[in-house]
Nanobody
Framework: VQLVESGGGLVQPGGSLRLSCAAS????????MAWYRQAPGKQRELVAA???????DYADSVKGRFTISRDNAKKTVYLQMNSLKPEDTAVYSC??????????????WGQGTLVTVSS
């Protein structure tokens, strides 16, 4: 199972970016998908999560600015980030609770993509 992220980069404060994370491999189904981030010198934190049914949860720091969504047919999760702030600068990683078989689950992580918010 692989998670491949894309969409990171450099953006000015107030700008927008959209991250994507596509899962591939031997996958029966995917439960919760999520985005985490880790800023330099800080612990990794949950940014947003979405269940297979579409229920979402957000960190307080990104509510109203970030939107998580998923396309189950494409096994892909997205993170639309608007009104970006310098404090959003971090390596963003996606996570998926992957069901390999009905009795075997797997914690999958992407390699991470750097988001830098700076003028």
């Amino acid at each position: 199972v692989q998670l491949v992220e894309s969409g990171g980069g450099l953006v000015q404060p107030g700008g927008s970016l959209r991250l994507s994370c596509a899962a591939s491999g031997s996958i029966f189904s995917i439960n919760t998908m999520a985005w985490y981030r880790q800023a330099p010198g800080k612990q990794r934190e949950l940014v947003a999560a979405i269940t297979a049914g579409g229920s979402t949860d957000y960190a307080d720091s990104v509510k109203g600015r970030f939107t998580i969504s998923r396309d189950n047919a494409k096994k892909t999760v997205y993170l639309q980030m608007n009104s970006l702030k310098p404090e959003d600068t971090a390596v963003y990683s996606c996570h998926a609770d992957v069901i390999i078989t009905p009795t075997h689950a797997f914690d999958a992580w992407g390699q991470g993509t750097l988001v830098t918010v700076s003028s």
